[in-house]
């Protein structure tokens, strides 16, 4: 045999067949698993409905707390979660909705929570702050402005949907 | 770029006659099906461990999802085989995997016993070998509780009766596996499931290893 034809030797080749067959089968069974266990980042999750949460009567320019609960299904468990909102009407008469949760990280937030900040929200864990429009007060912890629900209203009544990043964000 | 980590590593730590106690060893001419076809008899030990592999992987992906609680476990079960992507595939590789194993397992022990290669220096080792058997009977057992629907249930219910009828001890070993001397319940469930995923799958790693060593000091039986 010449040079030439002998590039690959017996023992490489069996080695190669080998590894081939055996990284198919293992491959043949894990991707499976690993589809399986990965299957939770992958899932689009279903957008839940906006809720109806107030009558416009209750909202004044004032923030005020609201809260409801919303139907979770967490995969084979069903549950009633509650939500809550810093909810109040600004100067052109919109509605503004204030998700509670820090943006520092994640307690819940009060207005008027400290008693030297009156309009303010004040987050106790770390002194974060906010001002009445939900964006952060500087050289407090949190770095970014609370988020907003999406809002929508229907006669007198008030839909809260999902939170998204506030419109200053 | 794999050769040189392999390198660097070896360099350090000397890692070669590790692998190569594990896998350099002769095959025994009479023991590769491609020298004598009927030596695929030899490969049941094999596929015994392939499969036992399997049975380990899917069963600890299965408990990303699995509850083992009585309210839950149906639920969880059908959440994962209806709803999570490949869940069907999971579930069942250990599900028919669980027979196939047995299948496999028995398969290796007639080759075994009418090899008579059980016979001396290798009686301990035939010992290890039923001890396993009954460590993966106990697992398809334990398992099959596991989903709690109505066929493990009442399965279950029948076992914890054949307990009751062993002289002396039953009553106390039913207690003993139900968790409660009446109920099969929640407190069964849990022990069950603990037995399944912790208790036996210890017994079987250690029994396996044993198993493995003896054959690598003993060496395959030779021909017939
Ligand atoms: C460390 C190893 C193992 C773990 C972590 C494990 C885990 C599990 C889990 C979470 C379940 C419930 C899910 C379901 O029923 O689909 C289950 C069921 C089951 N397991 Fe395992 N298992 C292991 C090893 C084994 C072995 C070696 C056998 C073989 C005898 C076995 C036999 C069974 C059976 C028969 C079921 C019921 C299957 C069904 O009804 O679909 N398991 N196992
Ligand atoms: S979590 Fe709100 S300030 Fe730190």
């Given amino acids: 045999m010449s040079e030439k034809r002998n590039q690959v030797s017996r023992r490489q080749f069996l080695n190669y067949t080998l590894t081939g067959v055996g990284g198919f089968m293992a491959a043949g069974m894990l991707a499976p698993m690993v589809r399986f266990a990965i299957d939770p980042v992958l899932k689009t999750s279903a957008q839940s409905d906006m809720v109806a949460v107030a009558d416009l009567s209750e909202i004044s320019d004032e923030p005020t707390r609201i809260d409801w609960t919303i139907d979770q299904v967490d995969g084979w468990y069903e549950s009633e979660v509650p939500k809550s909102a810093w909810v109040y009407k600004d100067e052109n008469d919109d509605i503004i909705a204030l998700s509670p949760v820090c943006k520092h990280l994640g307690c819940f937030v009060n207005w008027q929570g400290d008693e030297s900040h009156p309009d303010q929200f004040y987050c106790p864990c770390h002194d974060g702050r906010y001002y009445k429009s939900g964006v952060n007060v500087p050289n407090t912890p949190p770095e970014e402005p609370l988020d907003e629900f999406e809002v929508r209203i229907d006669g007198q009544t008030l839909y809260l949907g999902q939170t998204k990043p506030h419109r200053e964000a | ?224």
């Fill in chain 2, 1 to 224: 770029m794999l050769q040189k980590i392999y390198d660097w590593v070896d360099e350090r730590v000397d890692i070669t006659p590790l692998w190569r106690d594990i896998a350099d060893h002769e095959v025994p001419e009479h023991v590769n099906p491609a020298h004598h076809f009927s030596a695929f008899v030899y490969c049941f030990g094999g596929l015994t461990f392939f499969v036992t592999v399997i049975q380990v992987l899917s069963g600890m992906f299965l408990t990303m999802y699995y509850v083992h609680d009585i309210e839950n476990a149906w639920r969880s079960v059908y959440y994962l085989q209806t709803e999570v992507a490949h869940g069907q595939i999971v579930r069942g590789m250990h599900h028919w995997g669980a027979s196939v194993v047995i299948v496999m397992l028995f398969l290796h022990t007639l080759r075994v016993f009418f090899q008579g290669a059980y016979k001396k220096p290798r009686e301990l080792n035939w010992m290890v070998g039923v001890l396993i058997f009954f460590v993966m009977l106990g697992l398809g057992l334990t398992g099959y509780l596991l989903p709690w629907d109505n066929k493990a249930y009442f399965a279950t219910q029948v076992t914890l009766e054949i307990a009751e009828g062993v002289p002396f001890v039953g009553e106390a070993t039913k207690a003993l596996l139900a968790g409660d001397p009446n109920i099969v319940g929640a407190q069964t469930l849990t022990r069950f499931f603990a037995i399944h995923v912790f208790f036996l799958p210890a017994a079987l790693f250690a029994l396996m290893a044993i198993h493995f060593i003896m054959i690598r000091k003993q060496g395959i039986s030779g021909p017939l």
